[in-house]
């Protein structure tokens, strides 16, 4: 009879300030533990990051093989109307819903996740944050203005670290297909009621098979369902290079979602990526002018993984009883949203095209 395995450890993020008791907060200006009640800072202690962020075996993670080490049990509970996993620490009971701005109760179990592996540090504050927001929301002219001016005067932006899986492979790819090459044949055809000589295209196919390779390095797939993949995929690029070592230390102060994807459920994602990669490779490699592709078989192996929290800056408002939501790249400042639109706003620019448009016509008339 096997023996159960220890219970994972449960995981806080409380820092207290050693001089006044308050709880620190992760700063991304200073990149330090800072202290808002007296001021008292505490530096971050820089690990070695190539050494620390090292890859999980995939295989043994589907196996429940890995270490007691990687596995933690956190405090979650589902939002009732956009279904993220909230996390909650130390005492805290009832919150918010950043996502979508719906009170959300903790429940009182715990849930065992794959412990993070890295983080990816917030290089942006809040204000700078709510200005990159602010300035996305003026740009869009038909947006309502009281949805505007709330969000301007609204309350704070939430920093959130959401859940993201990475995979590495190794595949190999064999095919067959077909490589087409463009000539022109003269012929003689019917134009006007006369014949003339036209150049016609036409498209020699001849048989072509090889077999390509690729090593995949961080193919990064969202590990949430909260946010819609449009709005995640359009805050993109990351520099994935910034990462960090996970350390609970830069999650202190702010939001860390559990991930609603599973490893596996990423993997078919990170799957279908490589396969469309493996499909341009394949093309290039059959070369001519056009190409057909009739079968690849793909060997993947040495698959790896590392379960990361990337930043983003959250609002979530509700406005004559609809949510609105907005996003900010903690680390670039890209912006994404819902784009509200405003009824008059589009009559009245309606309206002032047609004003425009009949007075063109009335010029054209008298000048006629």
């Known amino acids: 009879m096997s023996a159960t395995p220890p219970p994972a450890p449960q995981e806080t993020h409380r820092f207290p300030c050693p001089q006044c008791g308050a709880d620190y907060r992760f700063a991304p200006r200073e990149a330090k533990l800072v202290c808002d009640h007296c001021g008292h800072e505490e530096p971050m202690e820089q690990g070695d990051r190539a050494a620390a962020i090292t890859e999980l075996d995939f295989k043994k993670a589907l196996a429940d093989q890995l270490p007691q080490a990687e596995i933690v049990e956190t405090r979650i509970s589902t939002c009732p109307n956009c279904a993220a996993h909230v996390t909650f620490d130390g005492d805290t009971h009832a919150t918010e819903c950043p996502f979508c701005a719906t009170p959300v109760v903790v429940d009182t179990g715990t849930h065992r996740l794959i412990k993070p592996r890295a983080v990816l540090p917030f290089q942006l504050d809040e204000r700078t944050a709510h200005k990159a927001m602010n300035d996305w929301l003026g740009r869009l002219w038909f947006a309502p203005n009281g949805l505007q001016d709330y969000a301007r005067k609204g309350r704070k932006m939430d920093g959130i670290y959401v859940p993201y899986w990475t995979y590495d492979a190794d595949t190999k790819s064999s095919y067959s297909g077909e490589r087409g090459t463009i000539y022109y044949v003269t012929q003689t055809v019917m134009q006007d009621g006369k014949r003339v000589q036209k150049q016609v295209q036409k498209i020699r196919w001849t048989p072509a098979s090889g077999r390509v390779k690729r090593w995949f390095d961080d193919v990064l797939v969202l590990a949430s369902r909260a946010l819609p993949k449009s709005y995640t995929d359009a805050l993109q690029p990351w520099d994935l290079s910034a990462l960090e070592p996970y350390s609970p230390e830069y999650l202190a102060g702010f939001q860390a979602e559990g991930y609603t994807i599973s490893l596996e ?47 983003v800056w959250m609002a979530a408002y509700k406005y004559h009883g609809k949510s609105y939501r907005f996003v900010v790249n903690g680390q670039t400042g890209r912006v994404q949203g819902e784009r509200p639109y405003s009824a008059w706003k589009i009559a009245f620019a309606v309206l002032l095209g047609a004003i425009v448009a009949a007075g063109i016509g009335y010029i054209i008339a008298q000048n006629q």
């Open 265 to 311: 459920d990423g993997y078919e994602y990170a799957r279908a990526h490589m396969d469309a990669v493996i499909r341009r490779d394949v093309a290039f490699d059959i070369g001519g002018d056009r190409q057909r592709i009739h079968q690849i078989s793909t060997s993947v192996s040495d698959v790896t993984f590392k379960h990361i929290l990337l930043p």
